[in-house]
């Protein structure tokens, strides 16, 4: 069980460091694909900066979490996962056809039940 809950929470800090990665070293490329675009030098230093270095960061506190094998350093992915869904519920309503993204905060719910349960149930051997 905890190699599997290892496994779960290893996979999205993967995927979480890859996009990460990829929005400090070709922003201009990852960004179409998400429907961002940068209109001004500004837009792309926050994609370098801001956006890579968040989730690097995140990824980084994820992956942490799946090396030791310790649900209780999901704190603060589970606090940034929370902000995704109260930022996504509130696009919903307010966006222009909002809730052509309910496809994100499925996957923002998705990731939360992993960290909860992980958070729950993963225990670094003592």
């Known amino acids: 069980m905890q190699l599997v809950l290892r496994a779960a929470v290893a996979l999205p800090a993967l995927l979480l460091i890859l996009l990460g990665a990829a929005f400090l070293v070709t922003p201009g490329l990852v960004m179409p694909e998400l429907g961002l675009a940068a209109t001004a030098p500004a837009g792309l230093s926050f994609m370098h900066g801001d956006v890579a270095g968040s ?36 696009g919903l309503f307010t966006d222009p056809q909002g809730f052509e993204t309910l496809r994100f905060l499925a996957l923002d719910l998705g990731l939360m039940a992993i960290f909860l349960v992980a958070r729950w149930k993963m225990r670094a051997a003592a």
């Open 55 to 90: 989730l690097l960061l995140i990824g980084g506190l994820v992956g942490r979490a799946a090396l030791k094998g310790d649900g209780l350093k999901l704190d603060i992915p589970i606090i940034w996962v929370g902000l995704l869904i109260i930022g996504r519920t509130i």
